[in-house]
């Protein structure tokens, strides 16, 4: 199936040679829920109307073709769309006239790989060509780790390690009221010996 579709497009590139369909890139790469942008470029005459256009967009898998994006007249046709791209497919009709198809596709999906080939008929001539893209699942996301998590009934914490303010308030606290019972403890002592060393000079 997929090799008949492109032996049309290379005949058709054969008997239309003077008008052209080119794609900007081969091939894309993207995740899904991501968007993208894809783009043909076409052949256009001086004076030329978009009332003589006629595009035919869609994406060919192994299991089915699926309408992208069609234009008739240089109207856009929404209810040909596949319900696939309903709502996901936006079609920049500044640049048509510059021979430009620029399609940008929203939160992509997986399902969205395959060729997509592009059809365009004006009065002078009738070409197509294709891209492909490829859309990769989503990547998971770690969890952030939590800043009180314990191993072995360690706590790992960034602030296990140092003492908090009011622990290091009652520390302080603590060591002064000891160099006080101290310095009193000697005060007393020294004052005890003196009256000593005192009384016994008396006698």
Request: proline share 3%; glycine share 8%.
């Amino acid at each position: 199936m997929m090799c008949i579709i492109l032996l049309l497009i290379n005949l058709t590139s054969c008997v239309c040679g003077t008008f052209v369909v080119n794609v900007t890139q081969t091939s894309y790469q993207a995740e899904e829920n991501h968007n993208i942008t894809l783009e043909w470029m076409f052949t256009t005459k001086t004076g030329s109307s978009l009332h003589s256009l006629y595009i035919y967009c869609q994406l060919l898998t192994d299991l089915r073709a699926s309408v992208l994006f069609r234009l008739h007249g240089g109207v856009e046709v929404p209810e040909s769309q596949d319900e696939q791209f309903t709502g996901r497919v936006q079609c920049d009709k500044d640049v048509l006239r510059e021979g430009r198809l620029r399609l940008h596709v929203s939160r992509l999906r997986t399902d969205d790989s395959g060729l997509y080939m592009c059809d365009v008929l004006t009065k002078y001539g009738r070409n197509s060509a294709t891209c492909r893209l490829n859309v990769t699942a989503g990547r998971d996301r770690p969890e952030p780790q939590t800043p009180n998590t314990t191993s072995g009934g360690r706590d790992l914490s960034p602030t296990a390690s140092r003492p908090q303010p009011e622990s290091r308030g009652r520390m302080g606290l603590y060591c002064g009221l000891g160099l006080t019972a101290a310095v009193l403890v000697l005060y007393s002592v020294t004052l005890c010996l003196s009256n000593k060393i005192s009384t016994h000079n008396k006698f």
